[in-house]
């Protein structure tokens, strides 16, 4: 089963963290919800331990292939992680190459969070497990780092062999317990992180997803357990409860202080997700239109795209703009391009209107883009790589039977 209202409502947090980073560059404060919309990353992260539990959680339990898991989890995330890296690669390249022919340039290249040693930890995927200071490289991918690394730990719960556990229900009942205390620890981590981290990211981001994450598992094990509180309701009533839950949720993120955003949101998000599982309310039904479909099925593109379309396309052609005085924009020594956006953007309603839909107009049409060709081939290639996989252990218990067999018929024939 696909749970396409939740892919679209990952479309539009992923739409709604880039608005996050719009306004940080411009330095415009934003909407209240949108200022505290970095809360939507655990909204990520419980929504992908709630799918990923709903697809393979029963079969790693039992008898899954960790190594088929892995590889279908590297093939999701690392290509398009990858692809986008060699990007701000190649532009660091291009400064280097130009501050080398005497072009002045803001920053030089390879140097602060575009440094070589970051440069290696973010193709290891290792870059927010607390070896840096600050966000590197593609800034978003930090939660891919640490997503990545839960992913594995919930792989190696699931496989871990049980014994003394009667029957297959017993094995799952028994790592769904495990599952819980790794939540209940993700919680207690995460509370005593935030007294330490301005950030909750680069430094402490595995903790937090942590939470999130098995947050997302245990409300499949509710829901697969027949324990959801939401199946027992009406369609009606269902309706009712996604409209409230929404309403809290935008209340909860637009004015809760940073302690209470990292201790309840993983909470009320896992609450979100299991009734917009049942896809009854009028929110689902307005994501289950195609171009809120197609938002959805591009929310990892969208995610990681966008600051690189923020900084080297549309920040540099606003500080292109400005520096040649186009578009009612000055010349400011010293600028950057988000001023220079920012700039743009306070000319008045209908311009800030404008910055808005062209930011996002960039980030939708790079996205189908990558999503056509860098993702879905990647995920096409590791998954099969990742089914033959699974499929071999029945063809080396073929083979063995079919040798045995030969065996047995030589041995028929020689005594006769």
Known sequence: ?????????????ALTVALVHLYESMKVTPPE????????????????????AHAFFDKLAVQGDGWAFALRRFGRMYPLHFFMLSLLVAVEAAKWVAARHGVPVLVQPFTAENSIPALFSNLLLIQSLGLHDRLTWNFPAWSISVEFYVNMLFCMVMVLPWRGAESREGVQRRKTWIIAALAVFGCVATLLATRYSTAMSYDYGFVRCIYGFFCGVLAQRIRAGGLDPFARLSDRAVAASEVALTVVAIAFVTFSPWFWLFALTPLLFTATTLVYAHQKGPFSRLLLTPPLHAIGEWSYSIYLVHTFLLIHILGRFASFAGKHGWIGLHPVAGADGGAYIGGLYHQGPLMMGA??????????????LTFRFIEKPAHRYFNAMAARREARPEDEESDIRARRQAVAARRVQAAE
């Open 355 to 368: 910055v808005v839909a062209v930011y996002v107009g960039l980030i939708l049409a790079m996205s189908s």
């Open 1 to 13: 089963m696909r749970f396409r209202a939740l892919d679209g409502l990952r479309g539009l947090s």
């Open 33 to 52: 919800f949108i200022g505290h919309a970095y809360a939507l990353v655990d909204f990520f992260f419980v929504l992908s331990g709630f799918v990923l």
